[in-house]
């Protein structure tokens, strides 16, 4: 039970920041020596590699507009990074385990990213560019905590992944119906403001 919270806790964190969730775990098992981590993770190579990817994530999901250009290239990369990390945790036990690990870790990333993804869309929209990066701060703060979490209680950290994930889920739901809505008046407002032709005015 408790890999597959820390596969649900790893797949939300992997729905923001992928490479950071690599990182954080491969570091973390080899300085603490932790058995949960697998030891793939605690390559040179792999940290190397994840430490310069969170890199180029942290500094392109900054830029406003870029962002979620940034989200739409990362649409299959962050589901499959939480996928394949819930697959490794959950692999450490038995083959069962690593399956369910990975359709839970792949679903907690994928809740993740949808609910950041259209988060940051409605942030474009505004007409100044401190929103985006007041939010992006405030993705890496939550991914850090819940990354640690994930690593030091993670039991607690699958539990809050799933909340995350509704409480995401719900936000998106009710963004699109907002928007949908709003795309409906604008479509009425702009036929009360068509001109009549000749044929529509009354008596002529």
């Known amino acids: 039970m408790e890999a597959l919270l820390m596969s649900v806790g790893s797949g939300w964190v992997s729905g923001i ?7 954080l775990l491969g570091l973390a098992g080899r300085i603490f020596d932790l058995d949960q981590v697998p030891a793939v993770l605690e390559r040179t190579d792999v940290l190397v590699i994840a430490g310069i990817l969170l890199v180029v994530d942290f500094a392109a999901d900054k830029i406003p ?3 979620s250009f940034w989200d739409q290239l990362n649409l299959v990369v962050r589901p499959i990074a939480g996928a394949a990390l819930g697959a490794l945790v959950g692999g450490e036990t038995d083959t069962t385990t690593a399956i369910i690990g990975a359709v839970l870790g792949g679903g907690a990333a994928l809740g993740a990213h949808a609910a950041k993804a259209t988060t940051r869309a409605v942030v474009n929209v505004s007409p100044e560019p401190v ?7 405030v993705e890496d703060v939550s991914a850090l905590a819940m990354g640690v979490l994930t690593i030091a209680l993670p039991v607690l950290a699958g539990v ?3 909340v995350l994930v509704g409480v995401g889920l719900y936000a998106v739901y009710r963004i699109h119906r907002s928007y949908r809505r709003l795309r409906e008046r604008l479509r009425i407002a702009r036929e009360r403001r068509a ?3 000749p044929d529509e005015v009354p008596g002529v």
């Open 160 to 162: 809050i992944g799933v």
């Open 65 to 67: 507009y870029f962002d």
């Open 17 to 23: 920041r992928p490479f950071f969730m690599v990182f």
């Open 195 to 197: 001109p009549v032709g």
């Open 131 to 137: 929103s985006n990066i007041v939010v992006s701060g």
